[in-house]
Nanobody
């Protein structure tokens, strides 16, 4: 079965850094696009960063220059390095696997809380 398990969230002061990890299993990780989303209280879920099977990356404008998404295909893990954190980054961060074979289907982890204090 497909599983996505996030870790690395926590409480950090503004200007600090965190690295989130998403351990994936149950599918051919290297062939699929992975992404990080976040949802803050009272707001809709938004895409933060995406990395394709060829390691092409896409970032939300709000995090460009501060966040870096990467993947380790040997470990079936996707990371989100978050630097220069701002209180506005406070949210639950979730890992998404954009499966397209044998049919399109998205899988989600339970999420990890990131809280940035001012």
């Amino acid at each position: 079965q497909v599983q996505l398990v996030e870790s690395g969230g926590g409480l950090v002061q503004a200007g600090g850094s965190l690295r989130l990890s998403c351990a994936a299993s149950g599918f051919i990780f290297s062939l699929n696009t992975m992404a990080w989303y976040r949802q803050a209280p009272g707001k809709q879920r938004e895409s933060v960063a995406t990395i394709t099977s060829s390691s092409r990356t896409i970032y939300a404008d709000s995090v460009k220059g501060r966040f870096t998404i990467s993947r380790d295909n040997e470990k079936n893990t996707v990371y989100l390095q978050m630097n220069s954190l701002k209180p506005e980054d406070t949210a639950v961060y979730s890992c998404n696997a954009e499966i397209r074979y044998p049919a399109p289907y998205d899988y989600w982890g339970q999420g990890t809380q990131v809280t940035v204090s001012s």
